[in-house]
């Protein structure tokens, strides 16, 4: 009866019987006490399995253990481009969120190729995973692809600008946040008007950020500037940023809908011999680290990433899910370069 | 008998039971087709279920999959930020390799807290993924731990700067990356010495980014210039670049460990009223798509990310590791920052 206790399984971790061994009960007990059910123990004997898990260092197989509950306690997040700091922002959020509720995250940025990102997402669904968290941009076409296959998860629409029937939607108050930092450019700056560069993918009826911006100018009663469509990269905001600043009638302020339009075009304001704040006011929405770090650093809406995470990440694991659109304020943050501050 | 095809089970998805029916065959032989085994059926019934299998939308359940094959083909993935360029641009490039191979991607971006980090590490493992990748910094530590703990999950370990006994290891060669832009500083652009601004985590024996510095100054006969060590973050840049810039003794260039240190070096140059790279050349190490929208861009070591992240795929999901040390060239870009080029 000298065997170590250790004995290694057919992979060589302890197993189950080993720890029902050591504790002296049954596998089936051991099971109940590590997976808290489904048929409960006495606290003495409880505690001796607890022990022994310890002592033995086991770790239960977590598969199996989803198999019999039902649960992989594992989430899919899904965002366009994790490369772009505020969907890394985002993701990291997600994943904190669902850390403290003891769920693992499958990560897929989804790249511009559709069929690829739509695989990746059934991919997700069939691993069974408790629910999935879609930024917008992927999220309309394939939560309608997804209830075609009979794809039962429970799926949040996040970074939204707007309701999606019978789907619970998150998203930034973006029209008050560009309205907010285009009235500032408006009044406080007196500029006679802002340009607006926003993204080339999104519906624009549906846009809050260039409703916000159509609706400063209303309210100061001033002609809204031009409008360049591009992507959100740093690249889309330099070409946009070029076109607008080689035109014929030349801004003096313009508002990006991403950080990363914002940095393409302080880079085309550069090549172009023109100071920000002086000769071209910038400003943008989004708020994430790397906006703080250009010079002049970026006047921003910052968007409240951590509430936002937490929230979608409490929804997609609450059994009812309600088909509302949630809005979060965003926060202006003032910096040198719309011509207020210093660095 | 005229129960639909697609009369939904349990869960509301069609199940095996009703590919079977469809097809005229046993559950086992639907499950001996979407598994490949372990028995073989005719190609004539494989085409049947198949047939079948399309007809209905049957997804399989990947869990019941996982623990009948031994494979969840998952692979998990910790770096130590993943807000941090470099990392987010591996992450994708792990993600897109793994893939490729039909294999999903756990994510977590440890942080700076060790304990949060091992426990997120032990419930990747738990979670029976078929490898781990530890990043350099995340690496060392809980390896340790992982067989302390007799956890026998493959792991690779990359941006690794070191072999790492018992362990296959991946990274750049650092060592050559940061002596080729030293020595470009030095040769071409003439600086008496050029300062260092590099981890502060690392082991300085260990960090080839460190040697390669002081090897590009021995071979040109110059006596290197001072040491900063910081954090890899823009912020950790910014300090390290004012304590040098501040110091009795300016430097007239200086290369770091990393692009965001750079990001952080030019803004600390900025504010001390010098210009880059007239007052002060700069250089950095990684070559991430922001350190080419900096103004000036930046001369950087640029690592092959791509070929580094599918090398570490390939070889944690390869049966026997070798434990060697494998490093990656780095590509030497030339920018404005050293006083190359224009923009």
């Known amino acids: 009866m000298a065997r170590p206790a250790s004995t290694p399984g057919r992979s060589g971790a302890v197993t189950r019987a080993d720890v029902a061994r050591h504790a002296g009960v049954s596998d089936a007990v051991v099971s109940w006490v590590v997976n808290g059910g489904p048929k409960t123990v006495s606290e003495a004997t409880a505690a001796r399995v607890q022990d022994a ?4 260092g086991y770790r239960p197989n977590s598969t ?15 965002v366009p481009d994790s490369t772009n700091p505020f969907y890394a922002e985002y993701a990291v959020a997600v994943q904190r969120a669902a850390a403290a509720r003891g769920y693992a995250l499958l990560t897929i940025s989804a790249g511009s190729d559709a069929a690829v990102e739509l695989r990746g997402v059934l991919d997700l669904c069939d691993r069974q995973i408790d629910g999935l968290i879609l930024a917008r941009g992927t999220g309309a076409g394939v939560v309608g692809e997804l209830a075609r296959r009979g794809v039962r998860t429970p799926v949040v629409l996040v970074d939204s600008a707007a309701p999606h029937p019978g789907h619970l939607t998150i998203g930034p108050d973006a029209t008050a946040g560009i ?11 007196d500029h006679a008007s802002v340009a607006l560069v926003i993204g080339d993918t999104t519906d624009v009826e549906l846009d809050g950020r260039q409703s916000g911006w159509l609706r400063a100018h209303a309210r100061n009663r001033r ?9 959100f990269t740093r690249t889309g905001g330099y070409e946009a940023g070029l076109r607008l600043l080689t035109a014929a009638k030349r801004p003096t302020a313009v508002v990006t809908g991403s950080d990363l339009q914002a ?16 000769d071209l006011a910038v ?5 994430t680290e790397e906006a703080s770090f250009t010079w002049p650093s970026l006047t921003t809406s910052r968007q409240p990433v951590e509430a936002m995470a937490e929230a979608a990440v409490a929804a997609v694991l609450a059994r009812d899910l309600p088909y509302e659109h949630r809005t979060f304020a965003t926060e202006l943050v003032l910096a040198r ?3 207020c501050g210093t660095g």
Chains 1, 2 share one sequence.
């Open 64 to 78: 199996a253990r989803a198999l019999a509950l039902g649960s992989t306690t594992m989430l899919g997040l899904v």
């Open 179 to 189: 309205e907010a930092v285009t009235d500032h450019l408006l009044t406080v700056h």
């Open 337 to 339: 370069s719309c011509g």
């Open 283 to 287: 400003a943008s929405f989004d708020g």
């Open 223 to 231: 002609s809204p500037g031009a409008v360049e469509r591009a992507p």
């Open 53 to 56: 898990v310890a002592k033995l």
């Open 263 to 278: 940095v393409g075009v302080l880079r085309a304001a550069r090549e172009q011999g023109l100071d920000v704040p002086g």
